[in-house]
């Protein structure tokens, strides 16, 4: 038995459904296999350079020279747009603002260090620290939202997360998971027994449905919400950070892979999920049935 679901968005049913993180075994008949049914997460810079690319192969513009032709990718946001076109450069200039403001990092008295790499820190922020602490969380949060196409999420229980923030060397909020309790998670199901190949299922499951089973399992810690900033991934920021939150998320005990779940994986958070437990069977949880 077992339900399918659209190339996910991570996190966005709690801002449609906020009470679906008691997930939906119970509701769902055991004989149904609903279809979700809702816009699948596309990586917005990928799209946008898509239409970018689309837009200068069928418009006619002159090269006269410019100094910037065709899109460009910010080096420092990361931000792909169209340097030629001037609503594109003030789409980019409010973003590039935004993005800085919100990751600078200016350090506080009481960091709550979780762990300490070559290359940055790991803290945590609970509901009930500093304004300032809670305040900090809470724009992260915001522009992950933004990044993953979520207008005002909520969080279900906001008074229960736990907001790991990776602080790099140079002041900069790189990384964030919140984490929240949870008390049972359904298993995603393999698209197909013969197609357990990584780079298979990098190219053909990411682009479609997935399903889960209809059975709930024991999990302790979801993972409401993982960003990395767009310049700093594939360097193990989102493993650590997960292993970190593994670490300390309960007191005095170290959490297996099999007790975290990923609340309703993008297609990145797919693959990352995929590799950082070893298996495409990892546990989900809050979603649209
Ligand atoms: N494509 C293919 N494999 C990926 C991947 C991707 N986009 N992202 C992670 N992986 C796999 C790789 O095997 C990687 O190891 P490798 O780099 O040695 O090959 C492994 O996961 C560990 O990746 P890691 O470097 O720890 O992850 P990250 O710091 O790049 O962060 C995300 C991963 C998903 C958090 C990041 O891509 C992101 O922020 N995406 C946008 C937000 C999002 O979709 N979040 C998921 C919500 S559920």
Redesign the pocket.
Same mark, same amino acid.
């Given at each position: 038995m077992y339900q399918i679901f659209s190339t996910p968005t991570?996190a966005k049913s709690q801002q449609v459904l906020p009470e679906l993180c008691s997930p939906l075994g119970s509701s769902t008949p055991m004989d149904s296999v609903p279809l979700l049914r809702r816009p699948g997460q596309i990586n917005k810079n990928i799209r946008r350079k898509k239409e970018l690319d689309k837009h200068f192969k069928d418009q006619f513009i002159i090269d006269a020279g410019q100094k910037h032709f065709g899109p460009v990718s910010c080096k420092t946001c990361g931000m792909v747009y169209a340097a030629a076109s001037p609503e594109d450069e003030t789409q980019h200039a409010q973003y590039h603002q935004r993005l800085l403001e919100g990751i600078k990092f200016v350090g506080w008295k009481k960091e709550r260090t979780m762990a300490e790499y070559w290359d940055g820190k790991i803290i945590v922020v609970f509901p009930d620290d500093p304004k300032y602490a809670v305040k900090k969380a809470e724009d992260v949060r915001e522009l992950v939202d933004s990044? /993953?196409g979520f207008k005002q999420a909520n969080l279900s229980r906001p008074s229960k997360i736990k907001t790991y923030l990776f602080v790099s060397n140079d002041r900069k909020i790189v &990384?964030c998971v919140i984490a929240e309790h949870i008390t049972q998670a359904f298993r995603v199901l393999s698209e197909d027994v013969h197609r357990t190949d990584f780079e298979k299922l990098?190219t053909v499951e990411n682009q479609r449905a997935w399903r889960c089973s209809t059975e709930p399992e024991r999990a302790i810690c979801g993972v409401s #919400?993982?960003?990395?900033f767009k310049l700093q #991934? #594939? #360097? &193990?920021?989102? !493993?650590r950070m997960v292993d970190t939150v593994r670490n300390t998320f309960m007191y005095g005990s170290f959490l297996s892979k099999t007790e975290i779940a @990923? !609340?309703d994986?993008?297609p990145? &958070?797919k /693959? @990352?999920a995929t590799?950082?437990c070893g298996t495409p069977n990892f546990l989900v949880y809050n979603f649209i049935s």
């Open positions: 991570c990044e /993953l &990384g990098k #919400r993982i960003w990395v #991934r #594939r #360097r &193990g920021i989102a !493993s @990923f !609340s994986p993008t990145d &958070g /693959l @990352f590799k950082y």
